[in-house]
């Protein structure tokens, strides 16, 4: 569902708040509901966004973003190397894959 947001003389309103102001509306649970994609009219006092509001638990977990449940905090992040350490593996790894390198040839490419 699509949320609007009125808050006079506030910058903004935190998630957290906005879940559990949907959760007393629609009476559910905190953990069943996701708010995202919020932004700020311009000038302020206003904010559009998103909400979902799930059956179950379970069914958030299923069905929700790994992302979104990470700000939740319903599962925790998985760690893993950046971007360009797991890029410059890959290309290290090709360099001794093929046939065995002959005594003769080089790999040295200048012009």
Do not use: C
């Amino acid at each position: 569902m699509v949320v609007d947001v009125l808050h006079p003389n506030r910058a903004n309103v935190s998630k957290d708040e906005l879940r559990g102001k949907l959760s007393e509306l629609y009476k559910a649970s905190k953990d069943q509901v996701s708010v995202f994609g919020f932004r700020t009219q311009y000038g302020g006092g206003k904010s559009t966004g998103f909400a979902l509001i799930y059956d179950s638990n379970e069914a958030m977990k299923k069905f929700e973003p790994h992302y979104r449940l990470v700000r939740v905090g319903m599962v925790s992040k998985i760690e893993k190397a950046s971007r360009q350490q797991r890029k410059q593996r890959k290309n290290r790894s090709k360099e001794f894959r093929g046939t065995a390198k002959t005594k003769g040839a080089s790999k040295d490419k200048k012009k």
